[in-house]
């Protein structure tokens, strides 16, 4: 696993990815933007920017190895040219979850809500990177990011529905859905 690479998500005028839509899915939402940028590494200060998330990549933490081999061997990297459409989906979770052992998570995660199971089926259409929020002192725990081509799109809708209906997301206090689109 690489170091952990510090990413911000800058809404303002400007930036390479249009916003279609923000959609509070959980408690409080975010204010709109027309454009997002995402920038990788130390300078995460955005000039201009109207509101900023923060977050890190980080090794995993509940993946077993058959899963991580499975992903390595379907998933695919960010930037693919086709990949027009892209979602980021900050979410939260409870106290009561942040409480619990990482047993406990993992068996309410995999086990009772099958994610990295239902994720596979969406690979490698979707590309996804995860973020971690939590330490840096931010609203949200993570900031999930996925890009696909227009015609993943209505896959994506069902992985997203599919995942929203589990246990899991019983944990889930806040979650806002934006989607972006570049040419
Ligand atoms: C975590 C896979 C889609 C939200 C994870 C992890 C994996 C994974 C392997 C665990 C990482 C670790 O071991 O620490 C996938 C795959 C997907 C997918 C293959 C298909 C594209 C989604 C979607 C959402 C989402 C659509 C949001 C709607 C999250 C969150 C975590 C997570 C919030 C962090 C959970 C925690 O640490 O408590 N995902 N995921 N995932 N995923 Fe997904």
Same mark, same amino acid.
């Given at each position: 696993m690489p170091r952990p690479l510090h990413v911000s998500f800058a809404f303002g005028?400007? +930036?390479?990815?249009?916003?279609?839509d923000v959609r509070p899915v959980i408690g409080e939402g975010i204010p709109k933007a027309e454009r997002m940028s995402v920038t990788e590494g130390d300078s995460m200060l955005q000039a201009g920017a109207a509101f900023t998330l923060r977050g890190a990549t980080s090794n995993a933490?509940?993946? +077993?190895r058959s899963e991580l081999d499975a992903l390595a061997a379907r998933q695919e990297g960010l930037s693919r040219p086709s990949a027009t459409r892209a979602a980021l989906i900050p979410i939260r979770k409870t106290e009561a979850w942040w409480a619990l052992a990482q047993d406990e998570r993992r068996a309410i995660m995999e086990e009772r809500s099958r994610h990295i199971a239902i994720g596979l089926d969406y690979l490698p259409g979707v590309a996804r990177r995860l973020h971690h929020s939590r330490e840096l002192g931010e609203p949200f725990d993570f900031l999930t990011w996925f890009e696909y081509a227009p015609e993943h799109a209505e896959a994506f809708e069902t992985l997203v529905r599919r995942l929203r209906e589990t246990d899991e997301w019983a944990y889930v206090d806040r979650e806002v859905d934006v989607r972006l689109s570049r040419d």
């Open positions: 005028p400007s +930036g390479e990815w249009r916003v279609d933490r509940y993946a +077993g």
